[in-house]
């Protein structure tokens, strides 16, 4: 097979990697976020389409959710980890910690550069939504998401995560590694291990039925913050059930002086 019949089918495989992380329950969420606010637009952008979100904005999403939950009282907190989902830890090891020691070194050195915010939006790094209020900021690199789905380089992590500054600019404090959905504990593991690091995913996701106002649905019930958790109760209630939307995501604060917050989910 040629170099460029190569690329091709590689470009195939990686659309079609890229079309199953974005699942179609979200087709009639134009405009929406999962807690059920109306997104704002950034102006010469089209609205946001939830059913066209890559890895890691989920995660934006639910540190959106959670500022404003905050502000509003922490209600809907508790219901967060009704869609979480997270490995469990393995007992700890010599080898293990060794390993993500490097990881870590290795990726102080290959963020570097990204301290400068404007460096990272040149290299394709994108920021989801900085109009969102939220403490931290997701820049995800699509293409680097992709490339993750097949293989695990711990020097291009999916997203960089960046706290916001009083002056109006961003603060790198870390990144954010993925996999795919279907990935098993031990292939998590070889990645990161997991005696120091939790992965996590997005589970039991009730949506709204098609054809329902967004706007006036009842979102202490439905979406990331919402009550239902089952398919059964979601059944009931009308909606559209998802085990499980995207894959595995795992953060890492690489400049964190305290070991036990490196690796903090």
Known sequence: MSVQASAVKIAVVLAVTLAASAPAFAQDMKGMDMSGHEMPQMSGTKPSDPSNMKEG?????????????????????????????????????????ARAAVLVTDLQHSLAKYKDYHVAEADGFKPF???????????????????????????????????RTPEGGYKLIGAMYTDRKGATVDQLNERVPLSVARWH????????????????????KFGFNG????????????????????????????WETNPQLVWAH
Request: include cysteine; charge should be negative.
């Open 201 to 220: 995913r997005h589970i039991n996701f009730c949506i709204p039925a098609r054809g329902t106002d967004m706007k006036t649905a009842d979102w202490t």
């Open 129 to 163: 939504h900085p109009e969102f209020k939220t403490p931290v900021v997701h820049f995800t690199r699509n293409w680097n998401g992709l490339k993750a789905a097949f293989t695990f380089d711990p020097n291009e992590p999916t997203s960089l995560l960046y706290q």
């Open 57 to 97: 904005e989920m995660d934006s999403m639910s540190d959106e959710a959670m500022d404003h939950d905050t502000h509003m009282g922490g209600g809907a907190l508790k219901n967060m980890s009704l869609h979480m989902a997270y490995t469990d830890l393995r007992p700890a090891n010599d080898a293990d910690k």
């Open 227 to 254: 009550s239902i958790a089952t398919k059964e109760a979601c059944d009931a209630a009308g909606g559209r059930f998802f085990p499980q939307v995207f894959g595995w995501m795992v953060h890492v604060y690489p």
